[in-house]
C-alpha cells in the first residue's frame, strides 16, 4: 500500500489512518476568533484622540531618549571596517576603512576585494571576493548577519549564541569559536569549524559542529551531520546522499552502507548524527557499526537505537568535551 | 549533547518557505502590513489563516486542556511584536518559531502538582483511546509529530502542511511517512505491506 492516503487524502483509505483521523478529531481546532485584548494593551486601537496621540508621541520620545542613553552607557555594538582590499561596497557605494556598517546595509565585494570588519569587542570577521551579506541585528545581546553568497571568516570571543550568521541553508549559531562559513550561488553553504564549536540549525534539524569538522547545509533541508574532513572521500560522498538525498530511500540505504564500512573511529561522531537522519529500519545496524567503534555505555542499548531514545550518555563517550551554552543558556532572541 | 541541547527556536524571522506561493506570500504580507497599521480585521484574518497551524504544533508538544489558551498566547506575542518583524513575508515562520517557544517555555515553567491535573480513570474507551493516540503522537521524535499532528488531527494535507510550515514537500511526506510507522509500532498495529 502507498502512502497517498496519508500524504494527501487521495488513493484508497488506509483503515489506520482514517481511524485515527476520526479518534483525533475531537481534538481540533475549533475556535475561529481571536480575542483581542483591551484596547488600552492592544497596539491595535481605533481612532486614538488628538490628546492620546501627543501624550503617545511625548512617551515614544521618551522611551527613544532612555533607549539612547542607555546604549550611550552601555556601549552600542558597532561593525567597523577595519581593513580593505580591492573595492569593496556597502549599498552600493566604495566602503572605507574605519567606515561603519550598519542594520540593513549590504555589504559586498568583487572577485578582487575583501574586507575585514571588528565587531567591538565581540569578534572579528574577514569577508572573502566575491561575497554578499547583510547585518541584521547589532545589540550587545544579539549579533546576525545573513550571507547571501561568498565566505567568511569568523572568530568570535562574545558569549555562546550572540553571533548568529543566516544562511539559506541554516541558521550558524557560534558557541565562542573561529570557523569559515562559505554559501555558494545554488544556497550551499559549508561550515568549517576550527576553534570551539558552531551549532547548524534550520527547522526540525539541528547539527553541532566541534572544531575540526565541518558541516554542509541546504536550503530547504536543513544542515546535514558533521563529518572530519580527513574523512575518506568515499565516505563523505556517501555522507552526502545520506544527508540530502531524500527523495530515493534505496539510495540513501546503499549509501550507508559505504558511510558505515568507510567509518574510522573518529567518525563516531557522525554516526551518532545520523540516528535521526536515517530511516528506522537502518538504525539497528547503524547501531551495530557505532558500537564497535564506540562501545555503548551502560542502559543504551540496541533497542534504544531502533525506537529513536535519547542516545546523550553515547554522545559524553566521545571525549569531546561540551559546547558552552553561556551563561542564560540558549539565546532569548526576540520572534 | 546535540540530544539534550535546548532548541533554539527564539529565531527572529525562520526562513521563508521555499514552496509557498507568491499569491499566499502576497496575501499574508499584505495582511501583515494592515495589521502593523492598526486593522483588527487584518490581524483577524491572519489569526483565521494560521490558527490551525499553530493549534496543530501546540498539540504536538503541550497538554490538549492548554492547547487553546497557548494558541491565545501565541497570537498576543505576534500582535505585540509584529512590529519587529522585518520581513512581512516570513510571517509563517516567525509565528511558528513564537509557538514552538511558547511550548518550550510551557515545560520550563512549574505547573500543578499531579494530583490537581485531569484524573484519566473515568474516561469513557473512545475518549482514553483518542488520548493514547494522541500521546503517542507526541511521544514521537520530534520531527515526526508536528507534521502528524497537523495531518491527523488537524486534518491538513500534506501539501498544506508544506506551504504553511515552510518544510519542502518531499521533507513533510518523509516525516509522515516514518512517523506513521512509528507511530504504527507504538500504537501496536502493523504496517501495511509497501
Known amino acids: 500500500m502507498n502512502d497517498d492516503y496519508l500524504w494527501d487524502g487521495s488513493g484508497t483509505p488506509d483503515p489506520e489512518v482514517e481511524q ?43 522611551l527613544l531618549g ?37 542594520i540593513g546595509e549590504r555589504l559586498e565585494t568583487d572577485a578582487a576585494s575583501r574586507v575585514q570588519l571588528q565587531v567591538d569587542d565581540l569578534g572579528q570577521v574577514e569577508v572573502g571576493p566575491n ?30 549564541y550572540v553571533f548568529l550568521v543566516r544562511t539559506p541553508g541554516a541558521y550558524a549559531m557560534d558557541m565562542g569559536c573561529a570557523y569559515t562559513l562559505q ?27 566541534p572544531a575540526g569538522a565541518a558541516a554542509e547545509s541546504r536550503p530547504g533541508i536543513g544542515p546535514g551531520a558533521p563529518y572530519f574532513e580527513d574523512a575518506s572521500e568515499q565516505f563523505r560522498e ?13 539510495a540513501r540505504s ?29 538504525r539497528g545496524r547503524l547501531y551495530d557499526r557505532l558500537a564497535l567503534l564506540l562501545p555503548p555505555p551502560a542502559g543504551v542499548t540496541r533497542q534504544n537505537a531502533v525506537d529513536g531514545d535519547d542516545l546523550s550518555p553515547w554522545w559524553d563517550k566521545l571525549g569531546l568535551g561540551h559546547p558552552k551554552k553561556g551563561q542564560h543558556g540558549p539565546p532569548r532572541i526576540e520572534e | 549533547m546535540v540530544a539534550t541541547l535546548d532548541r533554539v527556536l527564539l529565531i527572529r524571522e525562520a526562513p ?24 483588527r480585521a487584518a490581524f483577524g484574518e491572519l489569526y483565521e489563516r494560521f490558527g490551525r497551524m499553530v493549534h496543530g504544533v501546540m498539540l504536538a508538544h503541550v497538554p490538549y486542556a492548554e492547547v487553546d489558551d497557548l494558541v491565545q498566547d501565541v497570537f498576543l506575542i505576534a500582535l505585540r511584536r509584529l512590529d519587529s518583524l522585518r520581513e512581512p513575508v516570513a510571517f509563517a515562520g516567525w509565528l511558528l518559531a513564537i509557538a514552538r517557544n511558547r511550548a518550550n517555555d510551557f515545560h520550563r515553567r512549574p505547573r500543578p502538582s499531579e ?14 483511546e483518542a488520548q493514547a493516540a494522541l500521546a503517542a503522537i507526541q511521544s514521537l521524535p520530534e520531527a515526526y509529530r508536528e507534521t502528524l499532528s497537523l495531518r491527523l488531527v488537524e486534518g491538513m494535507t500534506g501539501p498544506e502542511i508544506a506551504a504553511r510550515t515552510g518544510l519542502t514537500p518531499a521533507s513533510v511526506r518523509v516525516n509522515l511517512h516514518r512517523g506513521m510507522k512509528q507511530l504504527r509500532e507504538k500504537l501496536g498495529k502493523s504496517a501495511p505491506h509497501e
Not at chain 1, 144 to 156: E, H, M
Not at chain 1, 184 to 207: A, E, K, M, N, Y
Not at chain 1, 238 to 250: D, H, I, K, P, Y
Not at chain 1, 256 to 282: C, G, K, M
Open chain 1, 238 to 250: 556517501a555522507l552526502e546522499t545520506v544527508n540530502f538525498g531524500a527523495e530515493n530511500s534505496q
Open chain 1, 183 to 209: 554559501v555558494t550561488d545554488g544556497g550551499v553553504s559549508i561550515l568549517r569549524v576550527s576553534v570551539g564549536w558552531v551549532d547548524l540549525q534550520h527547522g526540525f534539524l539541528q547539527s553541532l559542529v
Open chain 1, 66 to 102: 532612555g533607549i539612547l542613553l542607555m546604549r550611550e552607557l552601555t556601549g552600542r555594538v558597532e561593525w567597523t571596517i577595519t581593513g580593505v582590499q580591492g573595492s569593496p561596497r556597502i549599498d552600493g557605494k566604495i566602503a572605507a576603512r574605519n567606515q561603519t556598517w550598519k
Open chain 2, 115 to 128: 494530583e490537581f491535573q485531569e484524573v484519566s480513570g473515568n474516561k469513557d474507551p473512545d475518549e482514553h
Open chain 1, 131 to 160: 561575497a554578499r551579506l547583510e547585518l541584521m541585528q547589532a545589540s550587545v545581546t544579539q549579533q546576525q548577519i545573513r550571507l547571501l553568497r561568498g565566505t567568511i571568516r569568523a572568530k568570535v570571543t562574545a558569549p555562546p
Open chain 2, 16 to 39: 521563508m518557505p521555499a514552496n509557498h506561493s507568491m499569491g499566499d506570500f502576497s496575501q499574508d504580507a499584505q495582511l501583515v502590513l494592515a495589521a502593523r497599521g492598526g486593522d
Open chain 1, 254 to 282: 546503499e549509501a550507508l552502507t559505504i558511510v558505515l564500512a568507510d567509518a574510522r573511529p573518529r567518525d563516531a561522531y557522525t554516526l551518532l548524527n545520523l540516528f535521526r537522519r536515517v530511516d528506522p529500519e537502518d
Open chain 1, 20 to 62: 485515527l483521523e476520526k479518534q483525533l478529531g475531537r481534538f481540533q481546532y475549533t475556535q475561529p476568533k481571536f480575542e483581542f485584548p483591551v484596547a488600552a494593551t492592544s497596539p491595535l486601537y481605533t481612532r486614538p484622540s488628538r490628546k492620546r496621540l501627543w501624550l503617545a508621541a511625548a512617551a515614544v520620545a521618551m
